[in-house]
């Protein structure tokens, strides 16, 4: 499996992984590669949510003129290969962790910020008239253990105190009677405004909605190199043409390939994320595991599964994976993850799995995304975490006003560059331990 943090070359035109969302839509067909040499206002690198929210916003707001360069097919990378769940946040740290470190007043910016990003995702839906399974809201956040749980209340109390945001606290017993039958849920905070897609096909939605707007969007076009112009412009070579701009964004997230912006490269690390998609329950099996809801399921483990069921009564399930892109594969990681959904729900246990594969998320060293101008001219949105389904959308957004002038929320990830991480050719080094501390705390502590 291409490796971002190993390989300079992304390649060029693949199709998509064998995942359950790619067999449950059709490519339409309606993009190729670009072979004739251009100049445009815009370039954009990357046709996954944040790139073509983007490259919409410029092209139907401020009538700007766009090209899109993606290497694959629509929503290939991470857009495609997600688990659908279109949260209320980014990065890795909650409101109450923002609290402590921007204060009461930023936190709340963070707060009505989140919220719009699902109201985005919301509006391009609707504007769009996209088929993506859009199942009935609600997300759990579930304990999995009795110490976890033992600080529920008072989290969904500070998130009603001081936001105004009716999350609500669920006992061990009301999770089980309404929700589940996992024998690792102790409690659970749902949150009301969460909601699950087919993220392949919402990124399909988009990338109609950005060709519909009059921008020219070109699969099995990767990025080789660029450079600056004399006029401060870029020149960017493609295998087929190459593009001169006044605007560089890179939308690539957790694919960029190695030495593409090294300032990028050297931000985030490539981090594999793993779903496995089981065969559809039986009535019985749904009664017996007490998973008769649309609900969005994450726990509170230090490797955090996350799952729910989808459309057709199937259960999707994920986890963190293989550090190695060339370990991706191996059948050691669906085993666990089908494993560990049957540890959870016993009554599961014939249960086999249909579908496997596995994307990459990029972690910033500080646990948020940035979304910034990192030089004159030149805009990039990263960072998110493996928590970007809604924020990417609102993320393009910010970007395509960055590029136009228009002032975005005064919010720390609009105000600065990611940090690069500390000595990051051993970040790999410092996964494994972070894996092997983990594995350590969600089973002892």
């Known amino acids: 499996m291409y490796d971002p943090l190993v390989e300079h070359d992304i390649g060029q035109g693949a199709v998509y992984p064998s995942s359950y969302w790619a067999a449950q839509v059709q490519n339409s067909g309606s993009t190729k590669a ?7 206002d815009v370039v954009v690198v990357g046709a996954g949510y944040t790139g073509l929210s983007c490259a919409y916003q410029l092209a139907k707001r401020f009538n700007r003129e766009v090209i899109v360069l993606e290497a694959h097919q629509t929503g290939w990378g991470c857009s ?49 008239n996209i088929r993506c399974d859009s199942q009935p809201e609600g997300y759990l956040k579930v304990a999995h253990n009795a110490a976890m749980a033992a600080d529920l209340p008072d989290q ?6 001081q936001f105004g ?18 024998t690792q849920a102790y409690g659970a905070i749902k949150f009301p405004d969460c909601f699950g897609v087919n993220p392949l096909a919402l990124a399909q939605g988009y990338a109609a909605m950005v060709q519909q707007s009059g921008v020219k969007l070109y699969t099995g076009s990767p990025l080789q190199n660029w450079q600056r112009t004399a006029d401060g412009g870029f020149l960017l070579q493609t295998p087929g043409a190459r593009v001169r701009c006044k605007h560089l964004v890179l939308a690539t997230n ?37 998973l008769q809801h649309t609900q969005l399921v994450m726990d509170t483990r230090a490797l955090k599964y996350y799952y729910r069921k989808l459309p057709d009564n199937r259960i999707l399930f994920g986890g963190r994976s293989a550090v190695y892109g060339k370990d991706a594969e191996k059948a050691v990681y669906p085993a666990r993850l089908l494993a560990a959904l049957k540890t959870c729900f016993p009554m599961l246990a014939d249960l086999r799995c249909d579908y496997h594969w596995s994307g990459w998320v ?18 990039y949105a990263a960072g998110y975490c493996g928590s970007g389904v809604s924020f990417s959308t609102l993320a393009g957004v910010r970007l395509a006003e960055q590029a136009s002038g228009v002032a975005v929320p005064p919010l720390p990830i609009y105000q600065s560059r990611l940090a690069p991480f500390p000595l990051p050719a051993f970040r790999r080094l410092g996964q494994q331990g972070y894996y092997q501390w983990g594995r350590f705390k969600d089973r002892f502590l």
Request: charged share 15%; with cysteine.
């Open 156 to 161: 969904a109390a500070f998130l009603q105190r």
């Open 362 to 379: 990029a972690v910033s060293y500080d646990d948020l995304p940035r979304v910034c101008e990192a030089e004159p001219g030149l805009f």
């Open 165 to 182: 945001y009716q999350a609500a606290y669920l006992s061990a017993q009301q999770l089980k009677r309404d929700y589940m039958h996992n």
């Open 34 to 40: 670009i072979t004739a040499d251009q100049s445009t």
């Open 254 to 290: 957790g694919y960029t390939p190695k030495g593409l912006y090294p300032a990028l490269n050297r931000a985030c690390l490539p981090v594999l994320s793993s779903i496995i998609v089981t065969q559809a329950l039986t009535q019985a099996q749904l009664e017996q595991s007490g």
């Open 80 to 128: 495609g290969r997600n688990a659908g769940f279109v949260l209320r946040g980014t990065g890795r740290l909650g409101l109450a962790q923002l609290t402590q470190r921007f204060g009461a007043e930023c936190a709340g910016l963070f707060h009505q910020e989140y919220g719009e990003a699902i109201t985005q995702v919301k509006r391009m839906i609707s504007a769009g």
